[in-house]
């Protein structure tokens, strides 16, 4: 084999190894940051840079009973317990609904309907699947406002009863 094909063809492969591995270089793996990668959305408190309590995956899913729900998790960062405020309320100020949940040292919370989870019904809303809601978190100290989306129940894996998606397929 003639010395310039060698080296064009050692070019070529590290051209296409450094193409094939460039992905996971300039793309880091989401491990370090929390990202909206569902439906509803998050909320973090923090001091210092280290976050002390957040809220995961909010979202008011409203069933075709009307009987409004929040569901999601309240997640305490710290070594002692939290009690986290949250109160849903509309474009023009009017409240939903209010609840305080108690989350132990270290742990998180499930905001939903399903066993060992905390049920924090909303209720009839003056607002319709699609739009938002505005959701305010706050541990006593320090605050913070989300947008809250509102969805119907018509996505499967949003389980109002409790059931998981194994027994509504059995």
Same mark, same amino acid.
């Given at each position: ?14 051209g296409l ?6 992905c996971a ?7 370090? %940051?929390?990202?909206?990668?569902a439906? +509803? @959305?998050? !909320? ?8 002390? *309590?957040? =809220?995961?995956?909010a979202?008011?899913i409203?069933?075709e009973?009307g ?5 999601g ?5 710290t070594?002692? %317990? ?5 109160? +849903? @309320?509309? !474009? ?8 305080? *949940?108690? =989350? ?6 499930t ?7 905390q049920?924090v ?6 607002t ?6 505005t959701l ?6 320090q605050?913070?406002e989300i947008?809250?989306p ?7 894996y949003?389980?109002l ?8 397929q059995?």
């Amino acid at each position: 084999m003639r010395p310039t094909r060698r080296l064009a063809l050692t070019v070529a492969a590290l051209g296409l190894a450094l193409s094939a591995s460039g992905c996971a270089y300039f793309n880091p793996t989401q491990t370090h %940051e929390f990202y909206q990668a569902a439906d +509803g @959305t998050n !909320a973090n408190l923090s001091v210092d840079g280290h976050y002390t *309590v957040g =809220v995961r995956n909010a979202i008011v899913i409203v069933p075709e009973s009307g009987e409004a729900q929040l569901i999601g998790a309240v997640a305490n960062y710290t070594d002692d %317990e939290v009690t986290v405020s949250l109160e +849903g @309320t509309t !474009a023009d100020g009017t409240a939903v609904f209010a609840t305080r *949940v108690a =989350v132990p040292a270290k742990q998180t919370v499930t905001l939903s309907a399903g066993e060992g989870a905390q049920q924090v019904a909303v209720g009839e809303l003056p607002t319709e699947p699609g739009e938002f809601l505005t959701l305010s978190v706050s541990d006593g100290s320090q605050s913070t406002e989300i947008s809250l989306p509102v969805t119907t129940d018509s996505l499967e894996y949003y389980d109002l009863d409790g059931a998981s998606a194994e027994d509504a397929q059995a």
